[in-house]
C-alpha cells in the first residue's frame, strides 16, 4: 500500500477526527463518513434553544491529550480553554461548602474550615494520586502495556504497594482511611466516574487512571472550551481538513465490506458505497461489530465476548437557558465572584453517591445521583445572548432502562425533581430558567449512537481496561478483519475526551504501512 492508502473512517466523533488528522498529516487519502449532520460525537455543542448553544454531552475538558493538541495545532484551528480555578465548589445541604483548587496546599486550607484532620489528610491524599497517575500516564499515548509490563514498570519505581492498593483496595477503604469528614468523603467519593462501585475491588485503580484530570500539569488545557465542547471538534475537522482530509455528514454506514475477511470498503444506508484498503471505526465495539459487520466475517466465539462486554453504567443530562444566574449567595456571600460558579458538584454524602448506584443496576430512578452542575456563560460569553446564561446537569447514576416502565414516563418529572434540588442551594434557579429540557441514556444511545447510552463505549472496570480493552487479545486497535480497526472509546485509553484511542490507532495504521519513523 502506498501513501495514497485509502481509509475510511466511521463516525466523526473526536477520536475519528484525531486518527483523521494524523493519518491526512501522513499523506494517506482520508474520508470521515458521519451519520449525524453535525460532527463530534459525544464531543458536540448544539444550539438547543434559539441563541443559546450548550455541549449536548461532555461539557469539561478536562484529558485531552497535550500532545494530541500540539501535533494537531488545535489552538491554530480556533480551539481554546478558559482555565477554571476553582475547578468545582461542593455545597452540602448543612450550609458548609468546598472549594477544589489546582493548589492542593489551598483546597487543604479550604477543607481545614471543616476539620483539620482531614485538610492535613488530603495533602498526603493528593500525594498518593499524584503518584499513580505520574506512572500511568506514561501509557495514554501508548498502546496498553500488560499486566506483567506494569507491575514491573511500578516494580522498578518502587510503587508495587501502590500498585497493589489500587488493584485490590476499594477505593471506598482509601477515602474511610484518609478522612473522616461526611463532606469531604463525599466530594471525593465523586471521583469514581464510571466504576461507579466504589466497593469493588479495582475501583481505585480506574479512578487513579482518571485523576489525572484533578493532577495534571498543564492546567492551561482544563477547563470550559469556548463555544463548547464543539470548540474541540471544530478545530480537529479543520486542521483535518486542512491536510486534505474530507468529512461527509448525513452519512450513515450501514455495512462495512469486506471480502474473505478482509475490508474493502462501506456502503451507507442510502446505498452509496465508498471502497477502501482500510476502515476504521469510530462507533463502540458493540455497534461495530453487531450491527455494521456481516456475521461470518467474525466468527461467533468472538461476537459472543463482544456482546457481554458491560454497557451497564449510564448518565442523564439536563440542559437550560436562564435570564440569570442562580443564586449560591448563601454559601458564597453576597459580593461572589460569579466564575465560581462554573462547577457546582451537588452530593451530600458518600453513601449518597453509593444509592445512586445501586437504584440503577436495579433499574430505579435514583433520588440521590450525583448532580454536577455546569454553568460555562460565566467565562464564554459566546454561548448565550448578553447577560444570559446556559446550565447543564451532568447527572449519574440513572440507569440505562428503567425496570418499571419507560424513561419517556419519567423523564418529565425526572427535570422537574432536578430543578427542585438545585432550588435547595440556588433558591431563584427556577425562575431564572427560560427553556429546559432533559436527556436520558436512551435520549443519548439515539441521538449520539452510544450503545446503552454509554458514555464511554464500554464500562470503565478492570476487565475492560489497558490490555483487557475491549477485549484480551484485542488491544491493538486491530480487529479479526484484516483491514478494519477501531479508533474510539471502547479501545486503550478508554472513554472521555481524551484524544488517545485516536491518536494511537492512527499510529498502529502508520506503522502498519511503514510510514511511523
Ligand atoms: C452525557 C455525557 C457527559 C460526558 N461528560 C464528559 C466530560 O465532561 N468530559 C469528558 O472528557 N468526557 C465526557 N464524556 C465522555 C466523552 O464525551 C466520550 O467518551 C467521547 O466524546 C467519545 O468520543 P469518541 O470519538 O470515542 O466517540 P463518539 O463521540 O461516540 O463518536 C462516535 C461517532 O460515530 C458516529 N457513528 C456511529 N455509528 C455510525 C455509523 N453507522 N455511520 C456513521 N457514523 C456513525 C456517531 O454518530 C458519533 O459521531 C461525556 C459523555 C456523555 C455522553
Redesign the pocket.
Known sequence: MSSKTRVVI???????LVAAGYLARAGLNVKV????NV?????VTEEWFPGYKIST????????QKKVIDDLQLRKYGFHVYPIDPGRIHPFPNGKIIKLWHDDERTSENIRLISSHDADAWLDWADFWHRAVRILSDYYLTPPPSMEQLTERFRAENEEELLETLLTVPLKYIINHYFESDEVKAIVSTGAFDMGDISAPGSAYITALYRYSAYREDTENYGIVRGG?GGITQSMAKSAQAHGASIKTD????LILTDNHEVTGVELVNGEVFEADIVMS???PK?TFL??LDRKDVGSNFLGDIKSLKTDSA???FLCSMKELPDFSAYLGLEYDPKNLAMVCICPSLEHSQKSWIDSKNGIVSNTPIIQVQIPSVYDKTVAPEGHHVLSM?VYFVPSHVKDGSWADVKQEFGEWLITEVCKYAPNFRDAIIDWTV?TPED?EDR???TD?N???LDMVPQQMMSKRPLSGWSDYQTPVKGLYLC??GTHLG????GA??HNSAHVVLEKLGLVV
Open positions: 466511521v463516525g466523526a466523533g473526536h477520536n475519528g463518513l458521519e451519520r449525524r460532527i463530534g460525537g459525544a464531543a454531552c461532555s461539557y469539561v475538558c478536562h484529558i485531552l465542547m452519512a450513515e454506514v450501514k469510530n462507533a463502540d455497534r450491527k455494521l448518565s442523564a443530562k451532568w436527556l443519548i449520539i449512537g452510544l447510552g458514555i464511554r463505549h474510539g472509546s472513554g472521555e475526551v481524551t484511542p485516536g
